[in-house]
């Protein structure tokens, strides 16, 4: 058994919709359909997909902080949803937007968060002064041990809170969108702050983002999320390769042209005269840049590469992101990805995505069956809970 194995899980979500006055009915929406995947030590595993394919609600799963529905999940040999003491000390689970040292200790110095961190994980003096020495020098952070936290830059706070989530040395990462607003240097630098943690301890690491950039540095694997199901696995670079293969023209002219003499290069998708956006095959952009400089008044031009937003965003019903990103639909296997392609799981996807105002199904919920929870499974049937029965340990 993995780091994390993940079998069959499955999260509903129900929300309110209002039909008029004292008119409201109640909707299922699927978060995720029977999700299974493995992760292993010193494996760092892309999750990719859509805006509400699900990947935080998976990860949320993961760390214990969201009950499923149904499904079978281990993390380090633990029942996540239970929150026991040692599982807490063995993960750690970074979203994107204000960290745990932002929330509570904005107005004190670095340090003394880092001293918050020893003291709710109850890390001993030696341990902790080895792991703080360790990260200081990883993310070059001695300079600003007495800076209050409000005072850093937003790339600064980004690598004071992952060094923070690093100190009691956890065996799982979930990072969830964790170059989000970051400049290009300071996302260069967390890639290979993260990427030289899990070479170091050996920890394994799960890794959402839009960004290709990260993916492409970061993951051994990728698997491919869309409404809920996996769709594709395998290495980042045939992900790459394949988003790779369109180029994008972006040009300003210095006085008006013809939309038609443009299209003889490429397919227009943004023009207003002025400017265009032209996309033409990696294999002729240096031809249809050499075309629009020779017979155009170019004032400025720009050969750009499409990242995984753009490339999701035009995902919808009729058009699922396996046929955007135009993989051929191969049945993954077991050994799915290990020979460099990337493999389709087929399946009819189902429709819709993840909506607002939206709760889990039957609120707080628990294994079907009366006493304890059994150690063992981790296997999930919920029900309701009913007045007074809140577990334990869970808040």
Known sequence: MGVVSVKGLRVVYRRTISGGFLCRRRE?????????????????????GPNGAGKTTTL??????LFPTAGEVRVLGH???????????KISFIMSGRGLLEEITWDLPVQDGFLLVRDL???PEGEFRRSLEELVGLFGLRELLEVPLRQLSHGQRARVELA????????LLLLDEPTLGLDILSQAALREFVREYVERTGAACIVT????????????????????EIVAQGPPGELARRLSGIRRLRVVFERGVSEGELRR????????GNGAVILVPASRAVEAAKGLLEGFPVHDLTIEEPDLEEEFSTVDEDHPIAEVLDIPHVVAGDDAGSAGTLHVVPHELPQGGLGEDIEPQGGLVQKEQSGPPQEGGGEFHPRPLAVGELPQGHF
């Open 28 to 48: 299922e929406i699927v978060a995720l359909k029977g999700v299974s995947f493995e992760v292993h030590e010193g494996e760092i595993l892309g999750y990719i």
């Open 209 to 228: 983002s839009h960004y290709m950039r990260d993916i492409e540095d970061l993951a051994h694997r990728v698997l491919l999320l869309d409404r809920g």
């Open 164 to 171: 923070a989530a690093l100190l009691w040395r956890p065996r």
């Open 79 to 89: 029942v996540p949803w239970r929150r026991e003491r040692d599982f807490l000390r």
């Open 265 to 272: 290069l490429g397919e227009v998708v943004e023009f207003d």
């Open 60 to 65: 949320k799963v993961l760390a214990g902080t």
């Open 121 to 123: 994980y109850g890390l």
